[in-house]
């Protein structure tokens, strides 16, 4: 959507794809602003762009959310490339004063500042290794699941006929097939066949197939509105091909629900995910996931408590950050939701100047 | 309309065909159903896996098994024959007598938290959109967006550790410390205050008031030792009976009605006086007794509501029998309330009445109230952790329905008409904005039978997801199958309930026949 400009739009498709835009709105917030950029008008990309930054629990998720995936891929290495943090999640230390955390604040984290397991690993490692895991499998799931997501729905809405009842009534079968049970299906294939290393890889990919169908779904009904639409009706006559007025013309409108649709699928996916390890069908030890080691340490409740708080703790940060960028990505795709100020609505009653 | 629904219905069988088939051959994969024979060394082990071979069929290749299930399944199909084979798990249980009982189960924890979630969260979400960019609206979006990242099996563990270890270790010396005293009350006075209306000088009223009252309700409940001997008494029904039936009247029919006010005060009378003709009666109480006692109490509220009514009887009717029944819960709810030191010394309860696992105290065998109450303290915490996991989607959705709907033109028009606030909101905005509701709701009863199967399995709960998730620990294909015919059967009949429940609400939209 960033990529696109208003001349490769007729006129109609713009101003639906990105509402009504007002070019006083802004003006009118900050009166001394310059006017001249204003007057310009601002393309879709700019004005999604203008309206994710300016939510502000957006950009502190988004912010939060680079950091944890900066501490989890650069502390304890990621394919073969070493981190800077001294332990990984398998060694065995001999424990220090029974594993308690040492982290005293944001600079002081002392020898483990997460604490260490019953059998002594450095919960830091375990933790930030799970952390590693559960992000590279969101973003399987997320990619995947987006990408086949939107090549069902789009074939489906937009040829109709044939292909959209056999691609639906598939889309049917794969929705009423138990989550769990395809995840033990192919976790146990993977144990069989692949052996433990690409355990975190497989999962992801497998979950992601059967995890699209929501966003088919979603994206066949923006489809067949979209293609009844008069711009398109115009690529037609003007003879353009079926793929450039997909490419071309309804992707583009259709980008904003793909986009936040995805994303709120991946913090359903990190959930999903530390279930079925938490369960016992998604990662299996001796690799770590943060819904392997929770389940791993629940008994200790009562006497090593950290064991259950960092990684539920890391679990909640992610997926309350994804949510609250999808919700952002929401909000700046949707036209309909303009910023609603209530000094702007006691002012709407006098003529706008200018 | 019926050959729509015919033919969906016949898409519906051939879907369950192929998903059937599909889970078949996905269990017959998903491990090894004699792992655990091949591994032990038992002096009969070959003939232990003969046996279980021979069970299981499984020297037939699974995508031919699965055809000898369906003819077992397709024996479902006569009605009334009593023939119905699912087949039989790996300990030999029939899948149908596993099936109905882990369904009743999986209906009690689960119906309660949908039912809850669906009253609070619609009505938090109306309560924000009418509130947008608030304090409140911030603030309940905030939690909803955080219980919806807190992965339940962790909320489950959390509930566990406070709501019942914690909470039975109070139980058993109850005894409120001055300082938690401060802090609810200050966290009463902060949530008052954050459903006050915008001006900050009913914000501080409205804060000082919730924490002074919940102060002296927690230093009054301590000093009469309430949490070991709880009870409500005529009084405090009385006062909440009246509460009760201002609140019904104002959103039914406002408090400037004043026959509904008159009819449903005088629900709150016939409420007191059923308290002490009841009470006796309800010693032998059945759960039938109850529903004719609601039964009942409904029926005086709408003969009173005919009776005080004025021109619009309706009205006063509808607010009568709702705050009747609401009435009898409060009667019924003291009930229970003054069973629960029985309870709480019954020799198997042992003094620590909330549980942590399992749907109900092994070997209680008492009165219907000892019954209720033992289902009560082992659905509480799965049915918490189930609502505050589901709160979320029902409050954003009604949140933007809502939010959508105060928008339209009829609202304005309505406004513009001169109604009060009350009917704009109840009556032309609320019933439009469930409707998109009804689709979500109808997809998530098709989603409940299938039950919860994270939550089930850390509280031990036996219901349909602990008996899937056992079944294919021991690749055990049959209770899956039985397992996944009635989910899949439930989840394709409530899509289609609810695009027909769709049409039937919306009228701009029709179903193509």
């Known amino acids: 959507m960033t990529t696109q400009s208003p001349s490769d739009f007729p006129l109609h498709a713009q101003s639906t794809a990105t509402g009504p835009v007002h070019p006083d709105a802004d003006a009118e917030s900050s009166p001394t602003g310059e006017p001249e950029q204003e007057r310009k008008g601002l393309s879709q990309g700019q004005i999604v762009r203008k309206k994710f930054f300016d939510n502000t629990a957006a950009i502190i998720s988004l912010v939060v959310f680079v950091v944890i995936f900066l501490l989890a891929f650069t502390s304890v290495g990621f394919a073969g490339i070493p981190g800077w943090w001294k332990y990984n999640h398998t060694e065995f230390v001999p424990l220090l004063d029974g594993g308690v955390p040492t982290v005293t604040g944001p600079f002081s984290w002392g020898e483990h500042p997460f604490g260490q397991d019953s059998i002594g690993r450095d919960y830091f490692a375990m933790t930030m290794r799970g952390t590693q895991n559960s992000i590279i499998i969101m973003f399987l799931i997320g990619a995947l699941a987006g990408l086949v997501g939107v090549v069902i729905g789009a074939c489906s809405g937009y040829f109709r006929g044939w292909p959209e009842a056999v691609l639906m009534r598939f889309t049917d079968v794969i929705i009423i097939i138990p989550v769990v049970l395809a995840a033990a299906t192919l976790g146990e294939a993977v144990t069989r066949f692949v052996g433990p290393g690409g355990q975190i890889w497989l999962l992801g990919l497998f979950l992601g197939l059967v995890l699209w169908t929501g966003l088919a779904r979603l994206v066949r009904g923006e489809f067949l509105t979209l293609r009844e639409r008069e711009f398109v009706d115009a690529a ?7 793929g450039r007025i997909i490419f071309k013309h309804i992707l583009p409108n259709a980008v904003g629900v793909i986009i936040v649709n995805t994303t709120l699928l991946m913090s359903a996916a990190i959930l999903l995910e530390t279930a079925l390890s938490y369960i016992g069908f998604g990662v299996k030890a001796p690799d770590v996931s943060l819904g392997l080691i929770i389940s791993q340490n629940q008994e200790a409740f009562q006497t090593r408590p950290w064991l259950f ?27 309909r939701q303009k910023k609603f100020r209530a000094s702007r609505i006691k002012g709407a009653g006098k003529p706008v100047a200018a | 309309m019926v050959t729509y629904i015919v033919r969906r219905l016949v898409t519906a069988v051939l879907i369950l065909f192929g998903a059937s088939f599909v889970v078949y051959q996905l269990t017959a994969l998903s491990g090894d159903p004699l792992e655990d024979l091949r591994g032990s060394n038992a002096p009969n082990r070959d003939q232990l896996i003969q046996a279980r071979t021979d069970l ?21 199909l006569i009605p009334f024959a009593a023939t119905c084979d699912l087949g039989s798990s790996i300990q030999g249980e029939a899948v149908t007598t596993a099936l109905s009982r882990a369904m009743g189960n999986t209906i009690t924890l689960v119906t309660t938290a949908t039912i809850l979630a669906i009253v609070i969260g619609v009505s938090l979400g109306i309560i924000t959109a009418l509130r947008q960019y608030s304090g409140l609206d911030y603030g309940v979006t905030f939690m909803s967006f955080l219980f919806f990242s807190l992965p339940i099996f962790w909320l489950a563990v959390l509930l566990k550790e ?52 919940a102060a002296a309700l927690l230093f009054l409940l301590d000093l009469v030792d309430w949490f070991s001997d709880p009870g409500l008494g005529p009084i405090v029904i009385l006062i909440t009976g009246v ?7 104002l959103l039914t029919a406002g408090l400037r009605n004043r026959k509904a006010v008159y009819a449903s005060l005088t629900m709150v009378g016939v409420g007191l006086v059923a308290y002490y003709v009841v009470n006796p009666i309800l010693n032998a109480a059945t759960i039938w007794m109850i529903i004719v006692f609601g039964l009942v109490m409904v029926l005086v509220g709408l003969l009173v509501g005919y009776l005080l009514g004025g021109y619009d ?24 309330m003054v069973t629960w030191p029985a309870y709480v010394g019954n020799s198997r309860v042992r003094g620590r009445p909330i549980a942590t696992v399992g749907a109900q105290t092994p070997g209680l065998d008492d009165s219907f109230w000892i019954n209720g109450l ?23 959705y009604s949140r933007a329905s809502m939010l959508e709907i105060m928008n339209m033109d009829y609202i304005r028009t309505a406004r513009a008409k001169g109604l009060s606030e009350r009917t704009v909101v109840m009556r032309h905005a609320f019933r439009n904005a469930l409707i998109p509701l009804a689709t979500l709701v109808a997809f998530d009863i098709g989603a409940l039978i299938g039950g919860a199967i994270i939550t089930e399995q850390v509280f031990a709960f036996a219901g349909m997801g602990q008996l899937f998730v056992q079944a294919l620990r021991r690749v055990d294909p049959d209770p899956i199958m039985g397992f996944f015919l009635v989910a899949g059967i439930l989840a394709l009949v409530f899509n289609l309930v609810a695009d027909i429940v769709y049409s039937f609400l919306d009228p701009r939209v029709r179903v193509k026949a």
């Open chain 2, 374 to 396: 033992d289902t009560f303290t082992h659905l509480l915490l799965p049915t918490l952790a189930l609502l505050l996991a589901s709160l979320a989607s029902y409050s954003r």
């Open chain 2, 243 to 249: 509460g009760i039936a201002l609140g019904v009247v």
């Open chain 1, 236 to 242: 037609k006559i003007a003879g353009a091909s079926n």
């Open chain 2, 56 to 76: 299981l069929d499984l020297n037939t290749p699974a995508p031919l098994r699965y055809f000898g299930w369906l003819a077992g399944a397709a024996k479902c």
């Open chain 1, 309 to 335: 708080w960092f990684p539920g703790l890391f679990i909640v940060l992610i997926c309350l950050c994804i949510n609250f960028i999808g919700d952002g990505l929401r909000d700046a795709f949707d036209p």
């Open chain 2, 162 to 213: 406070f709501g019942a270890i914690g909470f039975n270790n109070f139980l058993a010396d109850p005894d409120i410390p001055p300082l938690t005293i401060l802090v609810v009350a200050l966290a009463s006075g902060l949530i008052w205050a954050l459903f006050a209306s915008r001006s900050w000088k009913r914000k501080g009223v409205a804060f000082v008031l919730g924490a002074v009252i």
């Open chain 2, 313 to 336: 009887r309706g009205q006063s009717m509808r607010a009568a029998a709702l705050t009747g029944v609401l009435m009898g819960l409060v009667i019924v709810i003291d009930r229970f």
